[in-house]
């Protein structure tokens, strides 16, 4: 995700089908998701702990997910910074790339990676989000209203 506005409480992660946010709740808020947020400098999942990270407008935030042993990366302009274990329990029914904030621009890069055999497809929940443009030099630009 390139970061083109951080707006208000961005949390950018993972979640799985039973995650709801709003009503101020954002990713990683409850037990069924996990997001970093470099505004704050938190990572969450069922509440916060402190990360020491902070996100510039411009910054390229990293997620990524090692379903084997059950680890979710994060990172910022290359550097992975944060690791959270002992995740796979929970998500046994799916897992997709899920963001949550207020007043965000951001550019989302989608790019795969299977160690196993591949899949057929790439479940990509829906963000409560609007669509702003469908063309930035390929790639999908979300924005969320306030």
């Excluded at 709801?20 to 808020?29: H, I, L, S």
């Excluded at 020491?52 to 550097?79: H, M, P, S, T, Y």
């Amino acid at each position: 995700v390139t970061l083109l506005q951080a707006g208000e409480c961005p949390q950018i992660g993972w979640a799985t089908p039973g995650c709801r946010p709003g009503n101020r709740n954002g990713v990683g808020d409850d037990s069924v998701s996990w997001g970093a947020d470099g505004v704050r400098g938190k990572i969450w999942h069922e509440g916060s702990k402190g990360w020491g990270v902070r996100w510039r407008n411009g910054d390229v935030i990293g997620c990524a997910a090692d379903l084997e042993l059950g680890e979710l990366w994060f990172g910022v302009n290359g550097e992975w910074a944060a690791a959270i274990s002992g995740c796979s329990p929970k998500w046994g029914a799916g897992l997709f790339p899920a963001m949550s904030g207020a007043s965000m621009g951001v550019v989302v890069h989608l790019t795969p990676r299977f160690a196993g055999p591949a899949l057929d497809f790439v479940h990509v929940g829906s963000f409560p989000s609007q669509l702003l443009d469908e063309d930035y030099n390929g790639k999908i630009v979300l924005g969320t209203q306030a």
